[in-house]
């Protein structure tokens, strides 16, 4: 049990973060939201259910809607950011015309910081390789009345769930992990920024309403196992792609038995199979949690809404009526699982890990186990882990492998070196980096991964693709609960299973390693001398933001021209993109994320991922002005330079993938008018839309092939631009012969409006001025 023996410092800090007012309203408003959705429904709800009808935007109407099919535009309480993906969110966010975010608002600089020595060095390198992006967002926030959490404060998920998660609530968060959040009972989604910043501006935001699935928890974990297992078993039972589209809601006796925190985990790792969050239902464990982090006022609170914070009974007693999919997990049987390399759906328990290696030719000694990362870092998660290392110390052993260490969050960090934790890890060799998220990301200045040799680690992170952790392909990693990482890398073999197998220690004597052990709460309480919070300015008007002219970072944008009325005419064929073209084609990642604050910077890389449909080559396509091929960013800048007007043409699904921002407002940037293919991913349809362009689709997909390499194009009725009205648009071939095609849209009403203004976001402008 926690006890409140927590420094003043403690206290005071977490006044100044959670916004008590915004629960109690939530809370306030539960029950009555939760009948009438009921009335509609007709029928038993589940947990998630009852948070998402409770969050309906105001002007959404109360339907009973479809899973899986019907849109529904939600209000949700709170936006959290993390510093890679918050800077584009932030500078559009400038040009909303907002004073204030309306709804409480989160930035954490965590992906930033590179690992490579130790926190404190590390730390202070990245402060100084990153400054103006942190001391941009430092004075946005600060302006606009959003909470700053510093480089070293923690990863953004560990920081939510320590202090703004809430059983009952709803967040987005621009980054996938943000479902971390359900381990406390909350509807947390990860989105683009563009999204983040739809809601930041009080605007609704929109989702399909998800399926559900459910996962029924029987038994209680025993020896080696974590909460960790569940997630690698449901993994490898639904594939990285099985919950997609849907919330996993997790329930039974064994979901009560499992901490606030390994909760956490297991929502964490639901984005490692598509799902777009995961929940479990408010229970002791997590007002348990609540309590020991300075959040006793929520957890009453929470008491006195229990039974909406949950399923109805009905569900639980016939959940295969009521879940599209139901899977069922026995934890009293359940082994730990390493599940790798490559992918977080290959599971295997360890027990059949040798003869999976040796089958595969998986490299079998371990060069570095990893613990910590926002999916495992919690106090639970350190002390077990300790406990193992402890077990070292006093056996004789000495860590085989690498050891390292990334705490979540400055109060864990600062709570599990007072308990002496840390101390353990070091005398069995740790290494504790920065509270950041580091190898995670590929943040990891690895000595010698660059010559890519082949070899294993094992982390107790979420994903695991190849090149993520240290950019060289030939590492094998694996996922495995923080216990089971400290067990291998002291035995530095994959093929170890501490449950049968022995050491030999440096005596020479066999030993075996006892089971785990660990406290769920620190019992002297959860404690931290400088959490790294900043508070915005209770009025921000007079705060400037810096963006220095000459910054290669970071760019103020200019509003984007509004439409001047008239049909566009003589647009010429950028490029004609043949078969897939994900927003990774047209905005790639890699080395160009450090320009994702810089939008003149980054459309440099638009669409050179794109096949050009006449030559089957990427980033070469015609110059129409020059008759050159030449690079389609710079075949893009000469007809802006020209004024000419361009049309981007594509194939079926085009700008699947993320959700990235980026990928709409390169094109429109550079002066691309309209992207005509044969069918959208809907996010970035309308990314699109919300950027000011016109996204089309070829009412008759064989039009596609109409379209030539010399070709303009002209619009022949845009000036009647209305819902469910298609337009009409005229190629001109090169030989002078013309084909007149139709092409379909899905703009509404508002949407045409965004498109008149220039963007979604002049508008909100527009309106707030
Ligand atoms: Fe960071 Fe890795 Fe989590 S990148 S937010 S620690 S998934």
Not at 107 to 131: M, P, R, W, Y
Not at 315 to 328: C, G, H, K, S
Not at 438 to 454: H, L, M, S, T, V
Not at 524 to 553: I, L, T
Request: glycine residues 10%; negative net charge.
């Amino acid at each position: 049990k926690a006890t409140n023996n927590t420094s003043t410092i403690f206290k005071k800090t977490k006044y100044l973060m959670f916004d008590l007012d915004l629960v109690k309203k939530v809370y306030s408003e539960l029950p009555e939201k939760v009948k009438q959705a009921k009335g509609i429904l007709n029928k038993p709800m589940t947990y998630a259910e009852k948070i998402l009808y409770s969050h309906l935007f105001a002007a959404q109407e109360l339907a009973a809607f479809k899973r899986g099919a019907d849109y529904v535009d939600f209000a949700p309480d709170r936006v959290a950011m993390q510093d890679a993906t918050a800077q584009m969110a932030l500078l559009q966010f400038i040009n909303s015309g907002k004073k204030r975010t309306a709804v409480p608002s989160t930035v954490h600089c965590d992906h930033l910081i590179q690992a490579q020595v130790e926190g404190k060095t590390d730390l202070s390198v990245s402060k100084t390789a990153n400054k103006e992006v942190f001391d941009f967002l430092e004075s946005v926030s600060n302006k606009y009345g959003i909470g700053f959490w510093k480089p070293g404060a923690g990863i953004i998920h560990q920081v939510v769930l320590e202090n703004y998660a809430f059983p009952g609530g709803m967040m987005i968060g621009t980054d996938s992990h943000t479902v971390n959040a359900g381990g406390l009972g909350m509807v947390a989604i990860g989105v683009g920024g563009a999204d983040a910043v739809d809601v930041m501006a009080g605007m609704a935001w929109e989702l399909k309403m998800p399926k559900m699935i459910g996962v029924k928890l029987t038994g209680k974990l025993s020896g080696w196992a974590a909460p960790k297992d569940v997630i690698l078993k449901v993994a490898g039972i639904l594939t990285v792609k099985g919950g997609t589209g849907a919330i996993i809601e997790y329930f039974g006796e064994g979901a009560k038995s499992l901490s606030a925190t390994g909760k956490g985990t297991i929502c964490n790792m639901g984005a490692e199979v598509g799902a777009t969050t995961s929940i479990f239902a408010y229970d002791e464990s997590m007002e348990r949690y609540l309590r020991a982090t300075g959040r006793a006022e929520v957890a009453d609170l929470a008491n006195g809404v229990k039974e909406h914070l949950d399923a109805d009974d009905e569900v639980y007693a016939n959940p295969e009526q009521y879940y599209d999919e139901l899977i069922e997990i026995n934890l009293s049987e359940l082994e730990p699982h390493v599940n790798g390399p490559f992918t977080p759906d290959r599971a295997t328990p360890i027990s059949k890990m040798k003869a999976e290696a040796e089958a595969n030719g998986w490299p079998m000694d371990i060069s570095v186990g990893l613990i910590g990362s926002c999916t495992n870092s919690s106090y639970e998660d350190i002390s077990r882990a300790a406990s193992i290392a402890k077990q070292a110390e006093e056996k004789g052993l000495i860590a085989k492998s690498e050891f390292t260490i990334t705490p979540g969050s400055e109060q864990v960090r600062y709570t599990i070196e007072r308990d002496g934790f840390i101390d353990t890890f070091e005398k069995i060799g740790g290494k504790v980096f920065a509270n950041a998220c580091g190898p995670c990301i590929g943040q990891w200045a690895r000595p010698g991964a660059e010559k890519g040799e082949k070899n294993t680690i094992v982390h107790s992170f979420n994903r695991n693709f190849s090149k993520r952790a240290d950019g060289n392909p030939n590492t094998h990693a694996f996922v495995t609960s923080p216990e089971m990482v400290t067990a291998l890398a002291i035995a530095g073999r994959l093929d170890f299973n501490p449950a049968t197998d022995t050491l030999t220690n440096k005596n020479g004597e066999e030993v075996k390693l006892d089971l785990p052990t660990g406290e769920e709460l620190p019992s002297k309480g959860f404690d931290v001398k400088d959490p790294g919070f900043q508070a915005p300015a209770a009025d921000g008007s007079n705060v400037v933001v810096n963006v220095a002219d000459d910054s290669n970072r970071l760019q103020l944008l200019s509003p984007f021209d509004k439409w001047d009325g008239q049909n566009i005419t003589g647009a010429k064929l950028l490029i004609k993109a043949e078969g897939k073209c994900t927003t990774d084609h047209i905005s790639m990642a890699g080395p160009w994320l450090r320009f994702r604050g810089h939008l003149d910077n980054i459309s440099n890389n638009m669409l050179i991922g794109a096949v050009n449909a006449f030559n089957g080559e990427t980033n070469k396509v015609k110059n129409q002005l020059t008759g050159e091929y030449d690079a389609v960013p710079a075949v893009q800048r000469q007809y802006k330079a020209e004024g000419i007007p361009t049309i981007v043409v594509g194939d079926h699904n085009y700008g699947e993938g993320s959700s990235r921002e980026h990928a709409a407002m390169e094109p429109r940037h550079l002066g691309v008018k309209a992207v005509i293919v044969k069918s959208f991913a809907r996010i970035h349809e309308t990314n699109l839309k919300k950027q000011g362009m016109l996204g089309l689709t070829f009412d008759n997909e064989s039009d596609y092939d109409l379209v030539q390499e010399d070709d303009t194009f002209n619009f022949v009725d845009l000036v009647d631009f209305a819902p469910d009205k298609p337009l009409t648009v005229e190629l001109v071939h090169a030989d002078g012969s013309k084909d007149t095609i139709k092409v379909n849209h899905t703009y509404n009403e508002q949407q045409i409006e965004w498109f008149k203004a220039g963007s979604a976001l002049n508008l909100i402008k527009k309106q707030n001025a």
